[in-house]
């Protein structure tokens, strides 16, 4: 049986480098934002950065992992050339990908227009082709990083994996500081420091894997009944991530047609992202291997326990979060992002659009609990009809609303459709039996995590108001700042001690591990 504090010290370890890779991600939007404002280079970089990533989440930690990492484990506990599998995956993944890459250099204005067609006829269209063209080959680079992180997460080895994005903000804000040092177009730089992010990427998980003792080695691809296996279970979880990204499609667009949204729109997305990437990510790095190795050895009750340990560690620190976002969006943009480029009015609208994603952060990281209980039994048909639904409701909400809220009805669609995600993932796990029920610790902590945060909030509220004159406008703005954001941890804390929806006992445990 699984222990549980391994468990959760797996999602610290994970959620740790995380955490790094967050605080280092808000160092480069906060030089970028500084450079760039909303500008025509910021919001042109915006969408070239976007069509990697999107082709990255649809062939690489999406569809291709949630495929190979239960097929992976399972050879990998049989004994049965878990190694070789992993090299035919390899090279196949980027026979696909080498094809992909020279097709869409070729097909980047149509690519850029399908994004954002409301660039047409303005200097974002030309600057984002040409910023595409440069970043695009990224997608190769880190999908073939993201199957070494799975055949290492797949081993039980967190560490390599998790600290690798690190190192893509790291090369991307020293090479705005290079630009600036050298007097040379920040814009250019920056985008060619998108692909040898990608190279360094897949070297610190290349070079973990070998460490290891696994020998993935680039060769001519070969079919392979394995591989033709994991097309099967991996083409519906595609569609899936293809319908995840036209949700994004859609908000782009309609952002698109608002100078400055698609950049308001993508700082609130770096804030959300921070709770979302810490908790979230490492939930379904480190949730998916082992249920995945669980549920084939028949044991639902540590099943059981990796779920329910997952849900309340994801909730104990998402619900605050979200109620953050939501009281003190404005300081939390105006501090992070208003300096140089980057305006109060670019605060106002970009908080606007965080308060509502703040809404739907549970539901964001709800879905990395839920998803791994399909995955881990092969089943990557069910999401994708979920995500059918999703996505009409998405649409429905971002492009149906425009007309009255502008770039704010992108925001509403993301949250409002995640919510209906979660609401059918949940009801579809009624017949997966023991490892996808609630257990009574859950039960009576869910309530008093909500309560905790309830109260934070309203201390945070009243914070707030207190500190407005130092927040916004005066030199103390960031101590201001701090002093809110302490004032709002040690409210949490102690309500969630005083409530029971923490034992401090517990977290020394995990630490200790």
Known sequence: MTNPIRLMASFVTVGGWTLISRIAGFAREILFANLFGSSATAEAFQVAFALPNMFRRFFAEGA?????????????????????????????????????????????????????????????????????????????FISLAALFS??????????????????????????????????????????????????????????????????????????????????????????????????????????????????????????????????????????????????????????????????????F????????LVVIALPLVSVLFERGAFLHSDSLATAQALAIYGLGLPAFVLQKVLQPLYFAREDTKTPFYFALVSMLINAAVAIGLAYKYGFLAAAAGTTIA????????????????????????IKQRVPRIIISSLIMGVILFLAQNTLENWLFGTGARYLAFVIL?????????????????????????VVRR
């Not at 796990?429 to 009574?440: C, P, V």
Request: proline share 4%; aromatic share 12%.
């Open 317 to 324: 620190l998402t619900l605050p979060s979200a109620v953050a």
């Open 64 to 140: 291709f992992n949630m495929a190979f990492i239960p097929m992976f484990s399972k050879k990998l506990r049989a004994g049965e050339n878990a190694e070789e599998f992993a090299n035919d995956a390899l090279n196949a993944l980027a026979a696909i990908l080498i094809a992909l890459s020279v097709i869409a250099i070729f097909a980047m204005p149509w690519l850029v227009y399908a994004m954002a067609s409301g660039f047409q006829g303005d200097e974002r269209m030309d600057l984002a082709v040409m910023f595409g063209r440069v970043c695009f080959p990224y997608i190769l």
């Open 150 to 315: 799975g055949v290492l997460n797949a081993s039980g080895k967190f560490a390599a994996a998790a600290a690798a994005p690190v190192f893509l903000n790291f090369i991307l804000t020293g090479a705005m500081l290079y630009a600036l040092w050298a007097g040379t177009d920040a814009g250019t730089a920056l985008v060619w420091g998108v692909p040898v992010a990608g190279i360094v990427q897949l070297g610190i998980v290349w070079y973990a894997a070998e460490k290891l003792g696994l020998k993935i080695r680039p060769r001519l691809p070969k079919w392979t009944p394995e591989l033709k296996k994991l097309a099967i279970i991996a083409a519906p979880a595609a569609m899936a991530g293809g319908v995840v990204q036209i949700n994004l499609l859609v908000g782009r667009q309609v952002a698109s047609y608002y100078d400055g949204a698609i950049q308001w729109l993508a700082v609130a997305d770096r804030l959300y992202q921070l709770p979302l990437g810490v908790v979230g990510i490492a939930i379904g790095v480190v949730l998916l291997p082992a249920l995945s190795s669980q549920l084939q050895a028949g044991d639902d009750k540590a099943g059981q326990d990796a779920f329910n340990r997952a849900t309340e560690f994801s909730l």
């Open 485 to 509: 954001l302490l004032i709002g941890i040690i409210v949490y804390f102690s309500a969630a001690h005083f409530t029971g929806a923490l034992k401090f006992s517990e977290l020394r445990r």
């Open 418 to 441: 995640a919510w209906a995600m979660v609401v059918l993932l949940w009801n579809g796990t009624r017949t997966m039996g023991a490892a996808s029920q609630f257990d009574s610790q």
